[in-house]
């Protein structure tokens, strides 16, 4: 099992580009979710899906889309970076035990 | 959802027992009590989770009283490797088995030689 991954590891944008950071589990959870920490601060959810078809919004989620179209995936999309954007972020997936598995985490700058 | 307040940083020496507590005076009925441990530069990992009286595993205890409006993490014999942030989270659950969770800033923990 690798668990949970992402990719990329680190990205530099420009404002106003776009990208997508991409999150994939392969143990077969409902639920996903996507973080954001800025340095020395806790985490912000972002958005969430409990299925596939299935998304909802978080703590933050303007200037971030998703999309769940398989169980696996789930990924985050950027759509105008901007300089607040710069931080790592994390995503999750959940078993039914409520453990949340964590990726490695993206380290977004914004230039 | 429940807020939560802990302690921003807390320091301990080797071989000590360290206690940190969590309060969370809103935490509804379906809450559960989630504690993660987060070291630089990676995702936060679960230690333990409760609804209430005590939960133990082999790295750690959980408290919870019976107003369930705070609960203790307690690390038995702590080692310089336990040094990391350790987050208290009080989640609803889904009927899928989800969680929508709010981390705060969590506990600095710092273990000293």
């Known amino acids: 099992n690798a668990g949970v991954t992402q990719t990329p590891k680190f990205q530099v944008l420009k404002t106003g580009q776009s990208m997508t950071l991409q999150c994939a589990q392969d143990?077969?959870?409902?639920?996903m979710s996507w973080y954001r920490q800025d340095p020395g601060m806790g985490l912000r959810l972002i958005h969430y899906s409990v299925g596939a078809g299935i998304t909802d919004q978080g703590e933050v989620p303007n200037g971030y889309n998703v999309s769940r179209s398989t169980t696996e995936d789930f990924p985050l999309r950027l759509l105008s970076a901007a300089p607040s954007q710069t931080s790592v972020y994390f995503c999750?997936?959940?078993?039914?035990?409520?453990?949340?598995?964590f990726g490695p985490g993206t380290r977004l700058t914004v230039l | 959802l429940a807020k939560t307040t802990q302690p921003i940083s807390m320091d301990s020496y080797e071989g000590q027992e360290v206690n940190i507590t969590c309060s969370h005076n809103?935490?509804?009925?379906?809450?559960?009590i989630t504690w993660y441990q987060q070291f630089p530069s990676q995702g936060p990992r679960f230690i333990i989770q409760g609804y209430k009286t005590k939960v133990t595993n082999e790295v750690a205890s959980l408290f919870i009283p019976a107003d369930r409006k705070s609960s203790t993490l307690s690390l038995p014999r702590v080692s310089l490797s336990d040094t990391a942030v350790y987050y208290c989270?009080?989640?609803?659950?889904?009927?899928?088995?989800?969680?929508?969770?709010?981390f705060g800033a969590g506990t600095r923990l710092f273990v000293k030689a």
């Open positions: 999750a997936s959940q078993d039914r035990y409520n453990e949340q598995f």
């Open positions: 989270l009080v989640g609803e659950r889904f009927y899928t088995g989800g969680f929508k969770t709010i």
């Open positions: 809103n935490i509804a009925t379906n809450d559960y």
């Open positions: 143990m077969n959870h409902e639920y």
